[in-house]
């Protein structure tokens, strides 16, 4: 008699909690079929609003949950996206040792999620056989982050399985990519500074690889100098990982070497605040003794003190827009590649001053 009472009173309290509920159950609560509601939950077939009004009631009501296991045996979709972020450099990682990527990761999980997908996210190391990865989470997309060429990329590419590259490095122009233009913005933050009347000035990279990000950022150091009638001189580049540490490291090379320094332009904005830390332990005041501009406009820019003058990339939309375009592409498979670069532009916070000139708090 109990075991009877427990069961009835079990089923009651999944009605009411709305566990277990089914195709079945919305059917039935709305006397439509269950084909119906698997059209509407699908979107596959035209269905009068009045019927998806009724159906969307009852699915709230009953607290429904589609079943994605389910879902994926009978339109053999897993609605999963893969985004993979290689590691390009042995023991760095990279996804929580820079801002950057939790900012941009952030964005496609809300795109997808959206859309009605879950992301499957990898940052394997260097050697990693991505090709084996996919086929064992038979993903419907991939989304590539920073890839360079060589084998992670070729991998990749075996698994023919809907691609969007984020900032690529690779020179193809068969897949569909979202970037910047990093010479570009690397050029906008040196003019920054020599505009100010800054001549001494400290460029701050990541490791410089091919034709990779910090080449292309210490290219545009570059040709702002020129365009300026200013020379470049080899000394006054610094390189290290990309990372809080790394910036740390290149503020103490550079005051251990002596060299007369009114500037720093830092390829992202994680060596500007390592190298801020450096500078102050060591007594410099940031702007009124020495001046530094970063690249990446991160969220912790604006709070840190002095907040950190910098190259505004559109983290976040550099996110939606590699959903936006990978969804594209999983229901479109033949549409043509292509390549979306977004703007750049400098954000003035309180990290630069003109040589020699002081801040009201110090005057």
Same mark, same amino acid.
């Given at each position: 008699?109990r075991?009877?009472f427990?069961?009835i009173?079990?089923k009651?309290?999944n009605?009411?909690?709305?566990k277990?509920a089914?195709?079945m159950?919305?059917?039935?609560e709305?006397?439509?079929?269950?084909?119906?509601?698997? !059209?509407v /939950?699908?979107g596959?077939?035209s269905i009068?609003?009045?019927?998806?009004?009724?159906i969307?009631a009852?699915?709230?009501?009953l607290?429904y949950?589609?079943?994605?296991n389910?879902?994926s045996?009978?339109?053999?979709?897993s609605? /999963?996206?893969g985004?993979f972020?290689?590691?390009?450099?042995?023991?760095?990682? /990279?996804?929580?040792?820079?801002a950057?990527?939790?900012?941009i990761?952030?964005?496609?999980?809300?795109?997808?999620r959206i859309n009605? !997908?879950h992301?499957?996210?990898?940052g394997a190391g260097i050697?990693?056989?991505?090709? *084996?990865?996919?086929?064992?989470?038979?993903?419907d997309g991939?989304?590539?982050?920073?890839?360079?060429?060589?084998k992670v990329f070729?991998?990749?590419?075996?698994s023919s399985?809907?691609?969007?590259?984020?900032? *690529?490095?690779? &020179?193809?122009?068969?897949?569909?990519?979202?970037?910047?233009?990093?010479?570009y913005?690397?050029?906008?933050?040196?003019?920054?500074?020599?505009e100010?009347?800054h001549?001494?000035?400290?460029?701050f990279?990541?490791?410089?690889?091919?034709?990779?990000?910090?080449?292309k950022?210490?290219?545009g150091?570059?040709?702002?100098?020129?365009?300026? &009638?200013?020379p470049?001189? &080899?000394?006054?580049?610094?390189?290290?990982?990309?990372?809080?540490?790394?910036?740390?490291? /290149?503020?103490?090379?550079?005051l251990?070497?002596?060299?007369?320094?009114?500037?720093?332009?830092?390829a992202a904005?994680?060596?500007?605040?390592?190298?801020?830390?450096?500078?102050s332990?060591a007594?410099l005041?940031?702007?009124?003794?020495?001046s530094?501009?970063?690249f990446?406009?991160?969220?912790?820019?604006?709070?840190?003190?002095?907040?950190l003058?910098t190259?505004?990339?559109p983290?976040?939309?550099?996110?939606k827009k590699?959903?936006?375009?990978l969804?594209?592409?999983?229901?479109?498979? &033949?549409?043509?590649?292509?390549v979306?670069?977004?703007?750049?532009?400098v954000?003035?916070r309180d990290?630069v001053?003109?040589?020699?000139?002081?801040?009201r708090?110090h005057?």
């Amino acid at each position: 008699m109990r075991l009877i009472f427990l069961y009835i009173l079990v089923k009651r309290l999944n009605k009411i909690m709305g566990k277990d509920a089914t195709i079945m159950d919305i059917a039935k609560e709305t006397g439509v079929s269950a084909a119906t509601v698997s !059209y509407v /939950l699908n979107g596959k077939k035209s269905i009068s609003s009045k019927t998806k009004e009724k159906i969307f009631a009852a699915i709230k009501k009953l607290n429904y949950v589609p079943n994605i296991n389910a879902r994926s045996l009978t339109t053999k979709d897993s609605l /999963l996206i893969g985004v993979f972020i290689p590691q390009t450099e042995p023991g760095n990682n /990279l996804m929580f040792e820079n801002a950057f990527y939790g900012e941009i990761l952030s964005a496609i999980e809300y795109e997808a999620r959206i859309n009605g !997908y879950h992301l499957f996210i990898s940052g394997a190391g260097i050697g990693e056989d991505y090709l *084996s990865l996919t086929r064992k989470r038979s993903l419907d997309g991939i989304i590539a982050i920073g890839v360079y060429p060589g084998k992670v990329f070729q991998e990749i590419e075996k698994s023919s399985i809907p691609l969007v590259l984020v900032d *690529s490095y690779c &020179g193809d122009n068969s897949h569909s990519v979202i970037r910047i233009d990093d010479s570009y913005g690397s050029c906008l933050a040196a003019k920054y500074l020599l505009e100010k009347g800054h001549r001494d000035i400290a460029f701050f990279s990541g490791r410089i690889r091919g034709s990779g990000v910090m080449q292309k950022r210490l290219a545009g150091f570059k040709q702002a100098l020129k365009e300026c &009638g200013q020379p470049f001189r &080899g000394t006054y580049v610094f390189s290290q990982n990309v990372d809080f540490e790394g910036g740390v490291v /290149l503020a103490q090379k550079m005051l251990d070497s002596g060299i007369p320094v009114t500037a720093v332009a830092a390829a992202a904005d994680v060596l500007a605040i390592g190298a801020i830390k450096t500078f102050s332990a060591a007594g410099l005041r940031v702007p009124d003794d020495i001046s530094i501009i970063g690249f990446d406009d991160l969220r912790i820019t604006r709070y840190i003190s002095p907040g950190l003058t910098t190259v505004h990339q559109p983290i976040s939309l550099k996110g939606k827009k590699a959903v936006e375009l990978l969804m594209e592409h999983i229901k479109n498979p &033949g549409l043509p590649k292509r390549v979306e670069i977004l703007p750049l532009s400098v954000v003035e916070r309180d990290s630069v001053r003109a040589p020699g000139k002081k801040s009201r708090r110090h005057v």
